[in-house]
């Protein structure tokens, strides 16, 4: 379905003013589960709210499908999805319900109580054939989950176990810096100081 | 609207606005500075990847095909840069336009900045990095080159007593890197200069000759100029300074952006303003190490490590590093991804996880600067919001698929496997065809022999404006395949001896040395 109203870029209208402007054409778009609209409406579950604990516990799983092997504890210090600095906050209560909307369809089940490759398979499904909306929601999502965990965002010092980030204000022993005969990695130079000619 | 007067306004406190401001000082004139970002320096820095600190002080400007990094913060991007400092190449100062027209004015040159380099070298405390303090991922790529029998050269560095904890792109929390905060601004603020940060320059505009104490062309103190400012960032108070001398140095972003806006005031202001944007051409290419490469090391040792080639500058315009990029600038500029793996899926889940586990010991990333033309430009939309475009697509898709040639062979020479390297923007969407991004922006305000041709003139002075100059990046017409910073400087350090020279000033022109590294404890 083609969703012209781009939540990222429009000015967003209260539910009221939105339900005056899109009138009854709005309901059928949200019935046909278009992003834009269930956004607007809000027409997902209550219990989908930011912060809740089914929004949390899906985000959650998100989270370990995009990232797989990460530790429960890991996983929890991950909070950049539901932090208000990043644009994600806004849309993360309908990122958890339309995971489970989505995992609910195919697998009646809920979206973290599927194994992984069932995950992986949703989150691609959504990233592939999902509206232009829905794309971008996914895309940045699965982004910031990216730059959250491998830059070890939420403490300066963490660092991220998986890739070997050390994090913040360590320093590394000298002798591990640099390899020590240097001349194995020596080529001919062009200059006599460092600078071009 | 409070009124203030001083004699120099200097917009910015980066590498084009703080020789200026120091040396404006120095020859006894009342000097203001004025930081559209927050103070920070050594004591503020964190090591960190958090994007709320990051953010606050590194702004950029995207399009289709072209983002713009740069900092808005007191000291300007010599907080956060990886302290290379190199002269740019002769041939850097050869390049003509398409019309075969020179792209540098008559009479600047290497070799009449030369000078001006020795002066700023010596202020920053520039010096090549020796052997045995290049990080393994230099030694590497240093190793991939000699195998293949090029040349690699140790790089130049403004750092004292670095300790290699590979976060000099967040700020040097050591006080090891020679940024501005060590050397020009404190000396400018010794010699009087007032560094106000939060404060942005809103309009220029000139005044009229009636307005003015003198109409002596010779006086610098007599006010040419108003500059409508906002002081204390958003909602704080209106303030207009009148200056008898404006410098611009608020980069290539702030300094056409701002003069862009002051058109109605400024009657003769170029044409070309916000045009020819210059941009380094970076291209990138990854791959992962074959066995009989040893390991380099991604977040250890100084964030640039430490060797540059020269060798195909002459041949093709572009000098060849490797890179050790953070993990959030490193997403945020592309997706690695294995080549055997569907582009849609290989950027996320198990098989990225599989490609990031081997990031840090075993990928080598290779990057280009390149001798690109100035073809970005600059406008204003109806919010005054400013807008960048590229053009001469064809022709930087063929550099791009060139350069990124050269790179792939090297990789697969050595043996490495190439990674896919695909761009994405600011969302983290895939940005498909030609796109670079950059921290090495020149242009917008360029220098020319003729106010046709470009916004100020050799000396930097705007065509048309006596007393109202632009001495950052967006002067400096060219591409430079090399960082810009230390040309910036030069070049400032340059048109500020103009200035005092115009005015019949003799400043000090002190040189003197920022203090050594503060070997401060972990916090």
Redesign the interface.
Known sequence: MNCPNDP?DARHPNRRQAIRLLAGGIAALAASACTPATIILKSYPEQYGRGTAATRRTLHAFTA?????LTPDEILAVDALEDP??PTAKYCAFLASDLDRRAGRRHDRLFFELD?PKR?AI??KA??EGDATT??LY??A???T??AV????HD?SAG?R???????????D?A?????D?S????????R????? | MKLRQTDVLVIGSGFGAAAPALRLAEAGLKVTVLEKGPNVGPGLY???????YLMKYLKGLGSDHLDLVYAEAVGGGSGFYEMVS?????VAFAQRDGNGSPLWPDGVTREALDPYYDRAEAMLRVE??R??????SG??F??M??RL????????YAVRNC?????CV?GC?YGAKQSLHVNYLPQAAAAGARITPDAEALSVRALPASATRSVRRGDPRAPRYAVRCRIGGEGGALVEYHAGIVVLGGGTVGSARLLLASRPGLRHLSDQVGQHIAFNGSVKAAGILPDDL?DG?????RSHPG?????F?ESHGI?ISAAKP???PM??TARLRLPDVPA??G????D??AL??Q???RVIVLFTMGLTPPVGSLTLDSMGAPQLAVTSLPALSRYERGTEAILRSILTRNGCRPLAVDA?DR???PQPGTAFSTTHQTGSCRMSDSPGTGVVDPHGEVHGHPGLFVSDGAAIPSSL??NTSLTILANAERIADGILARYGLSGATNVVPGRTAVRAT??
């Open positions: 990222f499908t995009v990232i797989p092997g600095f990043y992984l992986t989150i691609t990233l592939d794309r971008k895309t940045g699965v982004f910031l990216q730059a491998y830059g070890g965002i300066d991220c998986l890739t070997g980030f050390p994090g913040g204000n360590h320093l590394a000298p591990l810096v640099s390899y020590p240097t194995r990695f020596a080529a001919r130079a062009l200059s100081d460092g600078n071009p000619a | 964190r090591q960190t990847q958090d994007p709320k190199l002269r740019a190449p002769r090549q990095i052997a045995e303090d290049v990080p393994r030694q590497v240093a190793l080159m000699a029998g090029y040349s690699c050269d140790r790089a130049r300790l290699g904890s590979g976060f967040t929390i040893p090391d991604m977040y250890s040792g060797m540059i080639s020269y060798e500058l000098t953070l993990p959030v997403i945020a849609a899926t950027w996320w889940g198990a990225n996880v990031m586990e990031l840090r010991h994405v969302t983290g969407a395949a090399v972990i916090p």
